[in-house]
């Protein structure tokens, strides 16, 4: 994973939870939103065109997306023990 956003695609899942865990990032602790939205088949890329076995399920969409509702997701309470034994 680069974590770069440079690029005309955002990605899309079908399954909730899958995007709210992406959302959290790579330790589960960062806040995140998750944007929900139908758009035509004609305008979405399958990554994975073959999803049998594949629990993602992820879609690309070109471009700038309007009119997605917008969930904010928190993140996990982050483990500050280290700075309470100083």
């Keep these: 994973m680069h974590n770069d956003n440079y690029t005309i695609w ?3 899942y079908i399954a909730e939870n899958t995007a ?3 959302a959290k990032g790579p330790n589960g602790d960062s806040e995140g939103v998750v944007l929900s939205r139908r758009f035509k088949k004609s305008l ?3 990554v994975h065109p073959d999803f ?3 629990a993602e399920e992820e ?3 070109p471009g700038i997306v309007l009119g997605a509702n917008v969930d904010n997701i928190p ?3 982050k483990d500050n023990s280290a ?3 100083k």
Excluded: A, E, R
């Design 10 to 12: 955002t990605s899309w």
């Design 20 to 22: 709210k865990h992406f």
């Design 44 to 46: 979405v890329v399958p």
């Design 52 to 54: 049998k076995g594949l």
């Design 59 to 61: 879609y690309l969409v």
């Design 75 to 77: 993140g996990l309470p």
């Design 83 to 85: 700075n309470d034994k």
